[in-house]
């Protein structure tokens, strides 16, 4: 964790789909509900994640 703030309208909330960052390495939780509803099937094949939802399991590398 090393508190990189994303601007978003719901704070963190996971309900406004704004804080969209792409996965490049690493292990992350799996998706939730939430970010299937705010990303695209192509979102989520390119690696697309919400920063609200998602949790790093391993060294990761991530384009904001």
Do not use: W
Request: with cysteine; glycine share 8%.
């Amino acid at each position: 964790r090393i508190g990189i703030p994303f601007p978003s309208v719901c704070s963190g909330q996971s309900y406004c789909g704004e804080c969209k960052l792409k996965v490049m390495h690493g292990e992350m939780t799996p998706l939730t509900q939430d970010e299937v509803e705010f990303l695209s099937n192509e979102e989520r094949r390119m690696g697309m994640r919400l920063a609200c939802c998602a949790r790093v399991l391993s060294y990761a590398r991530i384009r904001v």
